[in-house]
């Protein structure tokens, strides 16, 4: 009996214990990443989500059969789908063919034209132009910027500006350079905060381009306050208020975009700098990064966000690599969080100190400077659809972005990008209730305001007799309640004034009697 | 004359800002029950405007939903008001009872509980562009109660207009100075909790031992 108890008991026992095991199974999205996948919600809360990229391989310089890269800096992929790896400490620039297996060239020194060869030294930053198809090599050590074309020789340099607005007692160190379409050269120069340094085509030192602010903390206001009043003597010794300086920038069309890797500041991490200068973020309070630095307890410390390298994709999403955290964060043109790729590990898909990112394709390729690799990551089926629905989105075809939001939805139903991008595409498409309910989803109360609009407009249409028959009834009810009120109020007023005409009569008789 | 029932005198005293407390003071009318009824009332009118407005007029968080606060905007804070009010007035020679003070205050907040019930009854009709029928009712209905409270004040401690401005100022300050030592208490009860806690754990490693 009882053996015949246990053995019916057995199997329910035995699938309580299964589905805790599964319940208590840690909440990774996808698997095959080394880390949990997430994104944040509208209330800056990290919530499981899918994977957009999966780290494919990671490529060294043994693979390439080059030899081990010594603190490679900076990578860039030119139109050609080439990839330029400056490979600082061995002061060589790397290029390597688009599928990453084969090594096209390995620049140690260029060829001036007057036969000679000048080396490189500490390369740190390469910038290949799409107009001219120059290479631009920020060599730090020799404090110049170098250009030369694709053959080796050697074009022009820019030294060291003898002018007054740079100062002669400044360093010249390049650490990142682009150009422009007109061919205006910038550089991001070590312990320079006053912005990257902007040359003419000509190579004349044009003055500072898109300084950081200072962030107006506690102290910094004290200052100013006290400023006022301090002499000129005493301001001399004080410490002055210096802003972070850029870190790297990417170029995109007309806009450039600046990053600062400083941990404590949160003003003008990442800046959309049009020609002017003027930061297109500046006011948009956006944020970039992790919204509350992790505690490391191993370490004691607080992981602050610190974005080395920026990188702006073909699609116009932004690419911003956390050193901190190894984590490349993916936003949108519009800066709408997309994907969380990376960690700190040994494993494939972490780094111990990404230096730099790139995007080619819908590849991400990132930098290790401590590993010496490049980490190749591929876009997952999630991220491709998140990608063509954005692309849509952000081309203002909503509707057509409508059924690849349903299928994000599907496989995350936490991804707000996608309740927005389906509450727009209903609303524009006339199904007022509908976006209401995405809306709601995705929390945007702009377009919930719309669509209600939309929603209240056909509703009153379709009831319009109802309604009007309901308040015409209302009005008449309360018209003939208040009229019987009246009436009340005047008959007992009427017989108030009678008794109290009685009241009297009878005084009057007893008065009498 | 004047003979109304407690729930008539709460309408009397609401649609008459300037005699209706004085009527009532007369007639030695109004019910603490009504009173505290409408402080439940205000309570409840503090979750509907911070939880139930039209979700186009603002999103709210709701998986931080506490109820502390919204206790704390409706009844530890009329109170304070109440209790303020009775300690500087009677200093300053003033005529009402706590239980008074109590009942004329919560008639005066009727007119700020009905603007919020009304407000967000609305708030699901209008759309963003017509906040200002919205905003409207708004001023309307604080502006009513604050007037009503005036009223209230003067009537119940029958002070001249000078005077009532004088005593709600202090009152104010009063109410300031409580809630800090009310924080004050807390904290102090936080850390004597804290310390006995301690000796507690610390006891329970000691015996094990």
């Excluded at chain 1, 990257?196 to 085509?201: D, G, L, N």
Aim: charged share 20%; hydrophobic share 40%; proline share 3%.
């Amino acid at each position: 009996m009882n053996v015949k108890k246990i053995s019916k008991l057995l199997p329910l026992v035995l699938s309580g214990v299964l589905m805790c095991g599964t319940a208590s199974a840690p909440l990774t999205a996808s698997a095959g990443e080394p880390y949990d996948v997430y994104n944040y919600d509208r209330w800056g809360e990290a919530i499981p989500s899918q994977a957009g990229y999966t780290a494919e391989r990671s490529v060294s310089g043994i693979d390439l059969g080059i030899g081990h890269m010594k603190s490679p800096s900076d990578i860039f992929c030119d139109a050609d789908h080439n990839f330029y790896i400056t490979d600082s400490d061995n002061n060589r620039i790397i290029v390597v063919d688009s599928e990453f297996t084969r090594v096209i060239k390995t620049y140690y020194g260029f060829r001036m034209p007057n036969g000679t060869e000048t080396k490189l030294s500490k390369p740190m930053g390469i910038y290949v132009s799409p107009v001219n198809g120059y290479m631009y090599v920020a060599d730090n050590k020799n404090s110049r910027v170098l250009i030369a074309d694709k053959d080796g020789n050697f074009v022009s340099e820019i030294t060291k500006p003898d002018s007054e607005i740079y100062g002669s007692s400044r360093t010249f160190l390049p650490q990142r350079v682009l150009a422009d379409k007109a061919g205006n050269v910038y550089v991001v120069l070590n312990n320079i905060t006053t912005g990257a340094a902007m040359f003419s085509p000509e190579g004349e030192f044009t003055g500072f381009y898109g300084a950081n602010r200072v962030e107006p903390t506690a102290e910094i206001v004290r200052n100013y306050i006290f400023n006022l009043f301090a002499s000129e003597e005493k301001k001399a010794h004080k410490a002055r208020n210096v802003p972070s300086g850029i870190t790297s920038f990417d170029i995109d069309g007309d806009f450039i975009f600046t990053c600062s890797e400083s941990g404590t500041q949160t003003t003008d991490t990442v800046k959309k700098l049009n020609a002017a200068g003027n930061n297109i973020f500046a006011n948009l309070q956006l944020e970039f990064g992790d919204r509350v630095p992790m505690y490391d307890s191993a370490q004691n410390k607080l992981m602050r966000t610190a974005i080395v390298d920026i990188d702006i994709a073909e699609d116009g999403n932004i690419n911003c690599l956390d050193y901190t955290t190894g984590r490349v964060f993916q936003y949108d043109e519009d800066c709408n969080l997309l994907f969380i790729t990376g960690t700190k590990a040994k494993q494939l898909g972490g780094f111990e100190a990404a230096t730099a990112v790139e995007s080619c394709g819908d590849s991400l390729y990132v930098l290790d400077s401590s590993k010496n690799t490049v980490t190749i990551f591929k876009e997952t089926s999630f991220g491709e659809i998140v990608h063509t629905a954005n692309k849509l989105y952000n081309e203002g075809r909503y509707e057509e972005a409508l059924e690849p939001w349903y299928e994000v939805l599907k496989r995350d139903g936490n991804y707000r990008r996608a309740n927005k991008g389906v509450a727009l595409a209903l609303l524009r498409k006339g199904d007022y209730k509908g976006a209401m309910k995405y809306a709601k989803l995705a929390e945007a109360p702009n377009i919930y305001n719309k669509a209600f609009e939309g929603y209240r407009r056909e509703f009153l249409k379709a009831h319009f007799s109802q309604i009007a028959a309901a308040s015409a009834a209302v009005i008449a009810l309360l018209l003939i309640l208040s009229r019987k009120r009246n009436k009340k109020r005047a008959s007992a007023a009427a017989s108030a004034a009678k008794r109290l005409e009685e009241d009297d009569q009878e005084l009057k008789k007893k008065e009498e009697g | 004359m004047m003979d109304l029932t407690q729930r008539e005198w709460v309408r009397h005293a609401v649609t008459h800002p300037v005699e209706g407390f004085e009527d009532m003071r007369w007639k030695k009318s109004g019910s603490v029950k009504i009173s505290f009824f409408i402080v439940f009332l205000l309570f409840l009118a503090q979750i509907a405007n911070g939880r139930l407005f039209g979700f186009q007029f603002g999103v709210v968080h709701d998986k931080t939903f506490s109820i502390i606060p919204y206790l704390v905007q409706s009844v530890v804070i009329f109170a304070a008001w109440v209790v303020g009010n009775w300690a500087v007035c009677t200093l300053l020679d003033g005529e009402g009872t706590m239980k008074n003070i109590c009942i004329y205050s919560a008639y005066s907040l009727i007119p700020y509980i009905a603007e919020v019930f009304i407000t967000v009854l609305m708030s699901h009709i209008l759309i963003q562009d017509e906040i200002v029928f919205i905003q409207a009712v708004r001023i309307i209905g604080v502006g009513w109660t604050v007037i009503l409270l005036f009223s209230a004040i003067k009537s119940v401690h029958q002070y001249s207009f000078g005077k009532t401005v004088f005593a709600i100022v202090l009152t104010i300050a009063a109410m300031l100075i409580m809630l800090f030592l009310l924080v004050l208490f807390m904290s102090l009860v936080q850390q004597v909790w804290v310390f006995i806690s301690t000796i507690y754990t610390e006891l329970t490693y000691r015996l094990r031992v």
